[in-house]
């Protein structure tokens, strides 16, 4: 009998081909007034860009509903390929890939009832994807129970900076010194 390796055991990352779509970090409606901008670079465990890592992230509304709104994604009806979001629908979801220099961005509105975006990162040499969280800084996030049970030092690698007006950053460090905290669900 021959086994076969698992998606898990097999050398990629296979994703870039499938996973992105156009407008993939679009989750805000186009002009929305409220939407707000969180970027960064991910990096390994020497500080370099990894270029091929695909992040998901999901959040509640701003009302702090969870439902989504399915059906936002547009194909092109020649092709059957994605065209992308509708531009009108806030889904709670993204999924976004890095460029060359690890570089990723998303355009969204304030979560509502947590202060926090949930991510979950795939890249090269993860055998499993990784989940952590991205908090808005602010007074909420102070109070929130996962954040209080951090040291400090720990405690900052979930926190994003903020970079200008509506605009955050947040890198996502794999490994080393300042390795961002990522969550083990079982």
Known sequence: MTVLPTPSQTVGPFYGYALPFPGGGDIAPAGHPGTITVHGHVLDGAGEPVPD??????QPAPDGSRTGA????RRDPV????????GLTFTGFGRVATDADGRWVVRTLPPGGVPYLSVCVFARGLLHHLY?????PGDSAGADPLLASLEPDRRRTLVAVEAAPRTYRFDIRLQGAEETVFLDFR
């Open 70 to 73: 399915p059906g936002s994604m």
């Open 53 to 58: 890592a695909v992040l998901e992230f999901w």
């Open 79 to 86: 092709t059957g390929g994605h065209l992308g979001r509708d």
């Open 132 to 136: 952590t969280r991205v908090y808005l």
